[in-house]
């Protein structure tokens, strides 16, 4: 009986053994997640006339998902959306740049302005976000969608979204892609956010839109960080007309095309790189100063900085 005994409890431990899960995290320690960022933009020109003005407009899109094996567990998305105006001669006459369409809240309109939208912008694309989590990305980008309009050619069709989604997702979903693309592993990971900040340029038609995303670990020290810039512009001619450049990548994106290389020692991609790797291990107060920068990192940096205090200031717990 004792020998049986033994037999059954050994049997027993290897059961127990083999049914432990593999990827159980020891206390104390976080799972290694993966994060990814991604940005789509669109541009349009709209020619100035003798009654209005002309206007050239922005949409970049932008996601960070977390993976937790291949399932989403947090998503952002956010949209950019800005302006410059225009007359006949080609002269800027005004911007647009209000914050973008999350931020703006109930201040967007879109639910004011169209009677037939369920809710406020930033409602549904809180909807459609939870609508991602649990699922793989391949799942999330299956999504049924049909074609409402011209402006509006991707709206959700899925049963469990048709009440909560009215808004077309292409650009949503193609930010989700990129993202997915671009996930890398990350440890320790507790907490994250998705920020940015959008300036225009001096005298020209042009707007730099700055993308930062911090995650940090259980002490509120930077364990992942991703900055990229999108900037978008437009060419006057002799005669006034305004052209839009057709430029759709960020500046990381560009890499060497971007062409800095030219007239500075480092490609803006390497110096932009030099600065996430300074960020590695800072905590919200250390990654406001600059005094140890690398002799490498000669860009400005306020843009950067404005867009990491900005995602530092409303970093959220990971789902």
Known sequence: MKKLAGLLLAS???????????????????????????????E?????????????????????????????????????QNSIS????????????PGTKKEQGDDYGMATKN??????????????EDWTIGKTVAEVLAMETKEKDEAHPAVPTESDLTSKVTISVEGYLAAIE?????????????????????????????????????ATDADGKVVHAFIDVMQSGATVAEDGTV???????????????????????NEWYVQRDAYVEWLAGKTASEAAGEA?????????????????????SSLENIK
């Open 292 to 312: 140890d920068l690398p002799s490498t990192v000669t860009i400005t940096t306020s843009g950067f900085q404005a867009a990491v205090a900005k995602a530092f």
């Open 243 to 265: 052209a839009g450049k057709g430029i759709l990548k960020t500046k990381g994106e560009l890499g060497d095309d971007y062409g800095m290389g030219k007239n500075s020692d």
């Open 44 to 80: 349009s020109v709209t020619p100035a006339t003798e009654e209005a003005e002309g206007k050239f407009s922005i949409n970049t899109y932008y996601a960070t998902i977390v993976l937790e094996g291949d399932k989403i567990v947090s998503t952002y998305i956010d949209v950019a």
């Open 178 to 214: 990129a993202a997915s693309k671009n996930a890398v592993e990350v440890e320790g990971a507790v907490q994250i956010s998705t920020a940015s900040t959008t300036a225009s340029k001096d005298g020209a038609i042009e707007l730099n839109t700055n993308i930062a995303v911090i």
């Open 12 to 42: 027993l431990l290897v059961l127990t053994a083999c049914g432990s899960n593999d990827n159980d995290t020891p206390a104390g320690e976080t799972a290694a997640l993966k994060i990814g960022t991604g940005i789509v933009t669109t």
């Open 115 to 128: 009677p037939a939208a369920l809710a406020e912008w930033y409602v549904q694309i809180g909807n459609l």
């Open 86 to 97: 225009f007359d006949l001669e080609g002269n800027i006459t005004g911007e647009s740049v």
